[in-house]
T-cell receptor, first 113, second 114 residues
């Protein structure tokens, strides 16, 4: 069974630009979550999608958004990038949610210059 | 508010020695508990999870963890550490009542000396 696939692995963007990150969950998993990992703040929850609906959202500004498609693939978008958005962005999938545990992808390393 | 504490930022053990990584949580609902491991530049790999039942859970790579409700703890153990276990370990807590998000501890970096 293929794992969680995130693309691209690395990105370098300029302040003010926007970026879209992609996540393909494990086949059959309907819940997809996104996390931001930084040295200073650790792992922080961004949002969770289930069957194309956002079920929960973390404490991030509106510049961070996401969506989920009918095949469960998910994208997250960050607009008007700031230097502080530099981080490892991790996607995780689960059959239904926390009660099943989450499988994480390898992440997308975003660097904002 | 939900919180997870991993008191040890760094731990160094000799290869072959036993290991215990501590995790304490504060959670209003009945929690689901997880341990993940992360190698540099990689994602998180699930080591083990606890939902209910037997409070001693076995995971991959020879790891086990014990849930102690009275102490709000979920410590990770391994009887004999291998050099390949050097990585960062994260304890995480989740609950359906809190929207399925995982709350992570700050992580413990394990160093293994030969």
């Amino acid at each position: 069974k293929a794992g969680v696939t995130q693309t691209p692995r690395y990105l370098i963007k300029t302040r003010g630009q926007q970026v879209t990150l992609s996540c393909s969950p494990i086949s059959g998993h309907r819940s997809v979550s996104w996390y931001q990992q930084t040295p200073g703040q650790g792992l922080q929850f961004l949002f969770e999608y289930f069957s194309e609906t956002q079920r929960n959202k973390g404490n991030f500004p509106g510049r961070f958004s996401g969506r989920q498609f009918s095949n469960s693939r998910s994208e997250m978008n960050v607009s008007t990038l700031e230097l502080g958005d530099s981080a490892l962005y991790l996607c995780a999938s689960s059959p239904e949610g926390a009660n099943y545990g989450y499988t994480f992808g390898s992440g997308t390393r975003l660097t904002v210059v | 508010a939900q919180s997870v504490t991993q008191p040890d930022i760094h731990i160094t053990v000799s290869e072959g020695a036993s290991l215990e990584l501590r995790c304490n949580y504060s959670y209003g609902a009945t929690p689901y508990l997880f341990w993940y491991v992360q190698s540099p530049g990689q994602g998180l790999q699930l080591l083990l999870k606890y939902f209910s039942g037997d409070t001693l859970v076995q995971g991959i790579k020879g790891f086990e963890a014990e849930f102690k409700r009275s102490q709000s703890s979920f410590n990770l153990r391994k009887p004999s550490v291998h050099w390949s276990d050097a990585a960062e370990y994260f304890c995480a807590v989740g609950a359906r009542e809190y929207g399925n998000k995982l709350v992570f501890g700050a992580g413990t970096i394990l160093r293994v000396k030969s």
